[in-house]
């Protein structure tokens, strides 16, 4: 629990001893949730090698798109974290120069050059 929560207590700042075991109940009950979710994604993966040889292909994507079907506390924290993902978009594949030019040479890049007031270009100080 913070600190501002205590402080809005009208009993004080005081932790009570029920107080630390209800919070140490909750992590408990958590972190056992979350093993439990691990566990259940690890042999799914493990499944994947299995399925691909007895699905079509149409099967697998779903397979691999669906997930694992999880049990009820891993299920919620799934659902949470499927809820907060944003969608995913196919991005373009990047056009990056080449390094090297026709003639095998490293290509040398163009430095932007500042111009002073007569219109000459002035080198970056490095």
Known sequence: MSRS??????????????????????????????????????????????????LTQEQFD????????????????MDSIRGQMPPLEERPEEVRPS???ADGLPVTPDIPRILDANGNTQTPKV
């Open 5 to 54: 929560s205590f402080a809005k207590r009208k009993g004080g700042n005081t932790v009570t001893k029920k107080m630390v075991t209800d919070r140490m109940d909750d992590m408990a009950t958590l972190m056992t949730a979350m093993e439990a979710t691990l566990m259940e994604w690890e042999i799914w993966y493990c499944l994947i090698k299995i399925q691909k040889n007895g």
């Open 62 to 77: 779903h397979f691999l798109n669906d997930g694992p079907i999880f049990t009820e506390f891993p299920g919620k924290i």
């Open 99 to 101: 390094i090297l030019g």
